[in-house]
């Protein structure tokens, strides 16, 4: 079973990242994101992020459209797709895993924009040891942008959600759990 993730913990420097589950998936996912429930499994264990963590931000990023498109604030691309990856991510984690998104992925096809966000997070918790927290707050603000002090903190750029911390790890102890409700 996938531990449950205080929401005290997203704010430790020493945040460390939750075993995965094993076997049949004991998530419990919102009916959106149930298609998607082998792709997350795929991308968790490819990436070693853990499935709660993947379902809970495409539920933040995306609450599961596929067709999901915005701007981002911060570069002016379009974030798209579950997991709201942009097209220059999407190429770049594609030259570094070829073996994972492949010549005919597409950033628009579930299971490879789910890989992608979950690649872009191994990233970012391999650039900060493991810190799910700092992680989320790269993920979504870009890792030049945080304050290991203080994760909701989006001041250098503005860039991000103050709360997407917050908001993803309390959504990935709802998924893990099945104990409290997803806001719609």
Excluded: C
Excluded at 34 to 41: G, H, M, S, T, V
Excluded at 84 to 105: C, H, R, W, Y
Excluded at 158 to 167: C, E, I, L, R, S
């Amino acid at each position: 079973s996938t531990p449950a993730l205080s929401a005290t913990d997203t704010h430790a420097a020493s945040v460390s990242t939750p075993a995965l589950s094993t076997g049949s998936s004991d998530l419990h996912l919102p009916d959106s994101l149930k298609p998607y429930e082998a792709d997350i499994q795929d991308a968790a264990q490819a990436t070693g992020v853990p499935a709660n963590v993947l379902a809970a931000q495409i539920w933040q990023e995306s609450r599961g459209n596929l067709g999901a498109a915005t701007v981002n604030g911060g570069n002016g691309l379009q974030d798209a797709g579950l997991m709201q990856v942009n097209s220059n991510t999407f190429a770049d984690l594609q030259n570094k895993n070829p073996d994972l998104l492949g010549k005919g992925a597409s950033q628009t096809a579930a299971h490879d924009n789910i890989m992608a966000g979950a690649l872009y997070m191994k990233e970012q918790l391999n650039t900060f040891d493991g810190n799910m927290g700092a992680a989320l707050r790269a993920y979504n603000s870009g890792p030049n942008n945080v304050n290991l002090n203080n994760l909701s903190d989006i001041s250098k750029t503005g860039t991000g959600d103050a709360t997407y911390v917050d908001k993803v790890m309390d959504f990935a102890n709802t998924i893990a759990t099945g104990k409290g409700t997803l806001p719609a």
